[in-house]
């Protein structure tokens, strides 16, 4: 019977061998972690892979090793993650971050905040490197209602006001009833259908088409 030691917990396996996978397995961690053999300075912790194999059958205990899960926000919110690099694409992801919007590194004053692109790497191991925020970027553009293009400058828009774009105003009639649908916008609402009293995120030439009954 051999013994081993991950994260300081000592565990039995009866075979000379063992790989990554299943030390993950028997100390109950997960799959995606990344496994390490601890080493003797002055050299680094070797990376164990799922398919590599340790021989146990050594005088001392093996020891073994996961690294601390990485704590960061995104606007104040809190986030877990084992990896050790994170992009500007993947924060704009998990904070639901609108596309137009800029992302930024807050940073210790006097210094800036730093702007992250996003294919930026943040390594959120080092010091100071776990808060960000996203901040509004002011939106100019149009949308195309019933094939016209109209300026629009909100981030947002209404029911009603796309109402108003396609036919100069909208109606509060109930015998008048307008269908809206729309295509081509934010990954936070692609494609779909209004009703009244709905809103939408809006992008620069997303398409609305807007009809009216009247029922009377």
Request: proline share 5%; charged share 30%.
């Amino acid at each position: 019977m051999q013994t081993l030691k991950v994260n300081g917990k000592e565990y039995e396996w009866h075979h000379q061998y063992i790989t990554g996978a299943e030390i993950k397995k028997i100390a109950e961690i997960d799959p995606q972690v990344d496994l390490y053999r601890l080493v003797q300075q002055p050299y680094s912790n070797e990376l164990i892979a799922d398919d590599s194999n340790v021989d146990l059958a050594r005088a001392e205990i093996e020891e073994f090793l996961t690294k601390a899960k990485l704590r960061f926000t995104i606007n104040k919110k809190g986030f877990e993650t084992y990896n050790q690099f994170i992009t500007g694409k993947e924060i704009r992801v998990l904070g639901k971050i609108n596309e137009e919007d800029e992302i930024f590194l807050l940073v210790e004053p006097p210094n800036q905040p730093e702007f992250i692109k996003d294919e930026t790497r943040v390594d959120l191991a080092l010091p100071g490197k776990e808060h960000f925020v996203s901040i509004e970027k002011p939106f100019e553009g149009v949308l195309i209602v019933n094939g016209r293009e109209k300026p629009w400058r909100e981030r947002t828009i209404s029911f009603s006001q796309v109402v108003t774009l396609a036919f100069g105003a909208y109606d509060n009639n109930p015998n008048k009833v307008y269908t809206v649908t729309y295509d081509r916008g934010p990954a936070q609402n692609p494609e779909g259908t209004m009703v009244k009293g709905d809103i939408v995120i809006v992008k620069n030439k997303m398409i609305f088409n807007v009809t009216a009954t009247d029922k009377s």
